[in-house]
């Protein structure tokens, strides 16, 4: 069974949104990502920033980036559920964690903090769904 079609025979909640917006959303959220998590590098190179300031953000990309394989390449609803739990606990700290010397990028970020946030929800609610 196809990847697609194995997300297609999941319950999902009514409120789930349709399978084509998930692509435009995490384009412009990945064009965000990319211009303020660049920045922040740039911060942590020029040493305007400590490490532990840039580490929620590399957690980030890497919870996030592992999202896709856990959830669609192991079929598994339950660690795709800890992985975005992740995804959302490394987004808050690298927010709190930047906002002192870059507020604008704490800023920028708050489409994607809304996005995780339903996201978060949205595989908590397959995942009990579908247990």
């Known amino acids: 069974m196809k990847t697609y079609e194995w997300y297609q025979t999941l319950i999902k909640p009514s409120w789930a949104p349709p399978a084509w917006l998930f692509g ?15 920045y922040v590098g740039y911060l942590y190179f020029t040493k305007k920033i400590s490490f532990i300031v840039l580490l929620p953000f590399l957690l980030n990309l890497i919870f996030n980036l592992i999202f896709t394989p856990i959830q669609f ?3 598994s609803n339950l660690l795709a559920a800890v992985d975005i739990l ?4 490394t987004l808050v700290w690298a927010l709190l964690a930047i906002y002192p010397f870059a507020k604008w990028v704490a ?6 903090l809304l996005w995780v946030c339903f996201a978060t929800v949205l595989q908590l609610t397959v995942t009990f769904l579908n247990w």
């Open 73 to 75: 390449g192991l079929r």
């Open 107 to 112: 800023f920028i970020n708050g489409p994607y």
């Open 86 to 89: 992740l995804v959302l606990s």
């Open 24 to 38: 435009p959303v995490w384009t412009v959220l990945y064009v965000l990502i990319a211009a303020s998590y660049g």
